[in-house]
């Protein structure tokens, strides 16, 4: 390589990532349902050093066993959002399953001074020396939804899980008719018991329920177990292999299966259904998951248990807000932790407090879950069939003057994708703030498939929705789907990405001609390009990498780094040694992409534009196997916390800070103001080809533009950390202590 810039990495500061939240199936108590009408237990009070205000700061952790179950990642997002509405700073950190990660993440939050932990345990055993260290510290600790197995937790706040495991042996043996079976005739019931985690305790609860209604049948010679599995972190495809054999070892010759959650039971039943046996053999679950219960009203997986989990993270707030206060928590009561685990070895009491449980079947499943808006209409009834459909919550009974006014107006939000870190968060934010508009809210994520989304767009509208909110996965594909919603009078707003259509009703997003601007700038202003000596170094050797050509945006970073690039190769100081696109701006194709251009070029290059973090991170893994990285100046965009991580290590050199929470706010208060006619301020017209860069474009557009900013190691403390947008933990991780600057 030739000669280049001495790159500095960077001197940042302190202590380790945080907190974590949530996890699979929920923790229990063999005792009968708690009520909020038990009689209080007094809060164990804080440690005498612990603060009573929320004032200055107090920070609370978050550990959850894993993301990788549905339902934690959204409940971490609401946890995170109403502790810091009460003043809380948040730690948060996710596992992935691995027990000896979550208790140094545990002990690394304890150390950085959490009053507070919210734990969803991977291991409950495992995590007892964690939990009486914290306690030691002053810790308050809330076990959430699983049991820790330590009498040191402060509280436990769960679901009553013996019952779960009652009424999905119930629900099974009312499906067989297990009073009527006749032994004589057909032998005994030949049961599959699948039971969850054994490293959960709410699994051996719902085993405990299961087995109360179960085993006085075997005793009696009416049910004969078959085969008795357990499933690691309650995992579908695990679940799914060892229906297989048990399939293959019984000759399919099964009556009947208890599962202990939707995951397994699903995976279960994909095996069962390759045998013929879905719909025939009566088979339970739990956690009335959008795709549970769309399955029990195919007629395919028999009963599910719905806890209400959203009453669960606001008590749990609730309680770690009155755990640090010293407060009382209304409902709680004390249990042996023998109780507890069905364990008699075990010693100690613990207070906790349980809501109850309730079967759903193929009866009640819309009223349950659906009317009561736990699952939405069309996650249910998605492939059903229109007129095999129930009609919607409060369909039948709209009077023209009720469907004319906001309440019950259907809004539909599309997203290309959830594999986007970003697009998951935003939903559940946008949903939120429509739903406390009285809107009704359609959501679908299309997963990169062009052809699905507009499917999902058309189906919306034929189920009459009065506008949506599109994250368009080809903003040219979709032209059709929005001229074909605007005649059926449905207002479209392009959010962050254009749809290359005039009949938009507006477009929402951020300057990106100016993000490409300031991507160029900040690598030719590292390689410090007006002093470059073309005679002694030769051009320098330029990689462009845009992202997914299917995405307009990426067309328009491209035109706003040519505006700065393009002079500099024109004057011969650049020279453009690779120039490619990065379909669905994903990170390992840029890493293999990145892969081949280094060998191409033998390495000699001398700085790169990539069009966001994801992309740059990505190839930045090729250029550190060659020993590139923090030498060869490269670009990103999002300030992700990955991102600005690796920008304050020294290696990525920019990225550019689009200010996301500020979008889905005024996307949701834009789409109240079109469905009302009401002013929108700020909107600007810009015709499709300044848009686009395509002068072949016709038509105008209204849009609205949020201006970004450049982030380097010079200002991210200021403008990610400081700001609230990215966690100090986050960006900071990994950096010595002594190389950290202070908390803000």
């Known amino acids: 390589m030739r000669s280049k810039q001495t790159w500095l990495i960077i001197?940042?500061?302190?202590?380790?990532?945080?907190?974590?939240?949530?996890?699979?199936?929920?923790?229990?108590?063999?005792?009968?349902?708690?009520?909020?009408?038990?009689a209080p237990t007094e809060a164990a009070a804080p440690a005498e050093n612990t603060e009573t205000s929320t004032e200055g700061a107090i920070k609370i952790g978050l550990s959850f066993s894993d993301f990788a179950t549905e339902r934690w990642k959204n409940e971490e997002v609401l946890m995170r959002q109403l502790l810091e509405e009460k003043g809380y700073e948040v730690l948060s950190q996710e596992a992935n399953h691995d027990v000896k990660l979550q208790i140094d993440q545990i002990d690394n939050m304890v150390s950085q001074g959490v009053k507070g932990l919210i734990?969803?345990?991977?291991?409950?055993?495992?995590?007892?020396?964690?939990?009486?260290?914290?306690?030691?510290?002053?810790?308050?600790?809330?076990?959430?939804?699983?049991?820790?197995?330590?009498?040191?937790?402060?509280?436990?706040?769960?679901?009553?899980?013996?019952?779960?495991?009652?009424?999905?042996?119930?629900?099974?043996?009312?499906?067989?008719?297990?009073?009527?079976?006749?032994?004589?005739?057909?032998?005994?019931?030949?049961?599959?018991?699948?039971?969850?985690?054994?490293?959960?305790?709410?699994?051996?609860?719902?085993?405990?329920?299961q087995d109360e209604i179960v085993q006085p049948y075997v005793d009696e010679g009416k049910i004969e177990v078959v085969a008795d599995q357990w499933v690691d972190n309650w995992d579908a495809a695990n679940a799914l292999k060892i229906m297989e054999n048990i399939l293959v070892a019984a000759g399919n010759d099964i009556d009947a299966v208890v599962a202990s959650n939707d995951g397994t039971a699903l995976g279960a039943l994909q095996a069962m259904k390759a045998q013929g046996l879905a719909g025939v053999v009566p088979i339970s679950g739990q956690d009335a998951t959008a795709d549970g219960v769309n399955s029990i009203v195919k007629g395919e997986l028999t009963v599910s248990i719905l806890k209400d989990i959203r009453?669960?993270?606001?008590?749990?707030?609730?309680?770690?807000?009155?755990?640090?206060?010293?407060?009382?928590?209304?409902?709680?009561?004390?249990y042996t932790m023998a109780e507890l685990t069905n364990d008699p070895a075990q010693a100690g009491d613990v207070s906790a407090y349980f809501l109850p449980v309730q079967q759903v079947n193929k009866d009640n499943a819309y009223d349950l879950v659906v009317a009561s808006g736990f699952q939405s209409y069309d996650d249910v009834y998605r492939d059903i069939p229109e007129d095999q459909r129930p009609p919607r919550p409060g369909e039948a009974e709209a009077s023209p003057e009720e469907t004319a006014s906001v309440e019950g107006i259907k809004i539909g939000l599309s997203f290309s994708?959830?594999?986007?870190?970003?697009?998951?968060?935003?939903?559940?934010?946008?949903?939120?703030?429509?739903?406390?508009?009285?809107?009704?809210?359609?959501?679908?994520?299309?997963?990169?498939?062009?052809?699905?989304?507009?499917?999902?767009?058309?189906?919306?509208?034929?189920?009459?929705?009065?506008?949506?909110?599109?994250?368009?996965?080809?903003?040219?594909?979709?032209?059709?789907?929005?001229?074909?919603?605007?005649?059926?009078?449905?207002?479209?707003?392009?959010?962050?990405?254009?749809?290359?259509?005039?009949?938009?009703?507006?477009?929402?997003?951020?300057?990106?001609?100016?993000?490409?601007?300031?991507?160029?700038?900040?690598?030719?202003?590292?390689?410090?390009?007006?002093?470059?000596?073309?005679?002694?170094?030769?051009?320098?050797?330029?990689?462009?990498?845009?992202?997914?050509?299917?995405?307009?945006?990426?067309?328009?970073?491209?035109?706003?780094?040519?505006?700065?690039?393009?002079?500099?190769?024109?004057?011969?100081?650049?020279?453009?040694?690779?120039?490619?696109?990065?379909?669905?701006w994903d990170a390992a194709n840029a890493l293999k992409i990145m892969e081949n251009i280094l060998v191409a070029a033998?390495?000699?290059?001398?700085?790169?534009?990539?069009?966001?973090?994801?992309?740059?991170?990505?190839?930045?893994?090729?250029?550190?196997?060659?020993?590139?990285?923090?030498v060869v100046p490269i670009s990103g965009q999002d300030a992700t916390a990955d991102g600005?991580?690796?920008?304050?290590?020294?290696?990525?050199?920019?990225?550019?800070?689009?200010?996301?929470?500020?979008?889905?706010?005024?996307a949701v208060d834009m789409m109240d103001k079109l469905i009302k006619g009401e002013t929108i301020e700020g909107l600007d017209t810009y015709t499709m080809a300044e848009l686009t860069n395509d002068p072949a474009q016709a038509g105008d557009v209204s849009a609205y533009?949020?201006?970004?900013?450049?982030?380097?190691?010079?200002?991210?403390?200021?403008?990610?950390?400081?700001?609230?947008?990215?966690?100090?933990d986050d960006?900071?991780?990994?950096?010595?202590?002594?190389?950290?600057?202070?908390?803000?």
């Open 11 to 38: 001197t940042v500061i302190a202590v380790l990532m945080f907190a974590v939240l949530m996890g699979c199936s929920s923790q229990a108590t063999p005792v009968e349902e708690t009520t909020a009408e038990t």
């Open 119 to 209: 734990i969803i345990a991977e291991d409950g055993d495992a995590l007892s020396t964690a939990v009486s260290n914290a306690k030691q510290a002053g810790v308050a600790v809330l076990a959430y939804d699983r049991l820790i197995k330590s009498p040191d937790i402060a509280a436990y706040l769960s679901f009553n899980n013996v019952e779960v495991g009652r009424q999905q042996a119930l629900g099974v043996m009312q499906a067989i008719d297990i009073e009527n079976w006749d032994v004589e005739a057909n032998g005994p019931v030949r049961l599959v018991k699948l039971g969850g985690s054994p490293t959960d305790n709410n699994a051996i609860l719902f085993r405990q329920g």
């Open 311 to 334: 009453d669960l993270s606001p008590l749990a707030v609730d309680m770690m807000d009155k755990l640090i206060k010293g407060e009382t928590i209304e409902g709680l009561d004390t």
């Open 417 to 584: 994708d959830f594999a986007t870190e970003r697009w998951k968060n935003e939903e559940v934010l946008m949903r939120q703030l429509l739903e406390e508009k009285g809107y009704e809210v359609l959501s679908q994520e299309a997963n990169h498939d062009v052809k699905l989304q507009i499917d999902q767009i058309d189906n919306m509208v034929s189920q009459g929705v009065k506008g949506l909110i599109i994250i368009a996965e080809d903003g040219d594909a979709l032209s059709t789907a929005v001229s074909n919603a605007k005649q059926a009078g449905v207002a479209v707003l392009a959010y962050d990405r254009l749809i290359k259509s005039p009949d938009i009703a507006a477009y929402l997003s951020f300057n990106n001609v100016e993000v490409g601007r300031q991507q160029a700038l900040g690598v030719m202003q590292a390689i410090d390009i007006e002093n470059w000596d073309v005679e002694a170094n030769g051009p320098v050797r330029l990689v462009k990498l845009g992202g997914s050509p299917t995405d307009n945006n990426a067309i328009l970073f491209r035109q706003g780094q040519d505006e700065i690039v393009q002079p500099y190769v024109d004057e011969g100081k650049i020279e453009v040694v690779a120039d490619q696109w990065v379909d669905n």
């Open 602 to 630: 033998g390495n000699d290059i001398d700085a790169v534009v990539a069009s966001n973090d994801g992309t740059a991170l990505g190839a930045l893994q090729a250029m550190k196997a060659q020993g590139l990285a923090g």
């Open 644 to 666: 600005v991580n690796s920008i304050v290590k020294g290696e990525l050199t920019v990225s550019i800070l689009k200010d996301i929470r500020d979008l889905s706010p005024l």
């Open 705 to 728: 533009f949020l201006p970004v900013q450049q982030v380097n190691k010079d200002n991210a403390y200021d403008l990610v950390v400081a700001s609230g947008f990215q966690s100090y």
């Open 731 to 744: 960006v900071y991780r990994d950096i010595p202590e002594d190389q950290r600057p202070p908390r803000p």
